[in-house]
């Protein structure tokens, strides 16, 4: 069976990988996780929680700093300070949702990740009861960090990658064999 075959082979290469690479394997689930949950995240974000963050005029000390930090992320040359004019040119671009999703977290340089360590400090639970959005943009902005201070976070994202589409070549293996009749 060549589904069979195809797990064989990709279970192979990421053990291979995490021989490679000890010590990754606990991490690796928990970060990798982390971030798949903040993607998500963001993908319930409707278009009516951000027009509902624009029309605030002065927002909330924190709800302004999590989202200084977004612009810290999102903006090339961004020169340090809490503006809140900034954030509403960045909810402004239509397709800032989008840039959150294709991210290049190896694209954060040593400065931007230590412009954005703030984010450690700030309280979840005061963030989730402030703004479904901002928490979803919380999630996300820590979960980049995180993953982005690990010392070999590509390996880490692509071993989260394989176990994840290991995960599903099993689920389709289980289907043909019960397609097929089969029982292990």
């Known amino acids: 069976m060549q589904s069979q075959q195809q797990f064989q082979s990709k279970q192979l290469e ?7 690479n000890p010590g990754l394997d606990e991490k690796t689930d928990q970060i990798y996780f982390q971030y798949m949950d903040a993607l998500n995240g963001l993908k319930k974000i ?8 624009k029309s605030i005029r002065r927002p909330p000390q924190l709800i302004e700093r ?11 040359n961004y020169v340090d300070q809490d503006n809140w004019i ?3 040119k960045l909810l402004n671009d239509r397709r800032f949702l989008d840039y959150l999703l ?16 703030p984010i450690h400090t700030f309280d979840e639970k005061i963030i989730y009861s402030s703004s479904f959005f901002v928490y979803q943009i919380y999630k996300y902005i820590l979960a980049i960090v995180k993953q982005r201070e690990q010392p ?6 692509q071993i ?5 589409d290991l995960r599903k070549l099993q689920k389709y293996i289980e289907k043909l064999k019960k397609i097929l009749g089969q029982t292990e």
């Not at 409707?46 to 963050?53: L, N, W």
């Open 14 to 20: 990421l053990n291979e990988i995490i021989e490679n």
């Open 46 to 53: 409707k278009i009516q929680d951000v027009y509902e963050m």
């Open 66 to 76: 999590v989202l200084n930090l977004l612009t810290i992320l999102l903006k090339e």
């Open 86 to 88: 900034e954030c509403l």
């Open 102 to 117: 294709n991210y290049d977290i190896s694209s954060i340089t040593e400065e931007k990740l230590n412009l954005l360590q």
């Open 152 to 157: 070999k976070q590509k390996v880490i994202n």
């Open 160 to 164: 989260g990658q394989m176990k994840q």
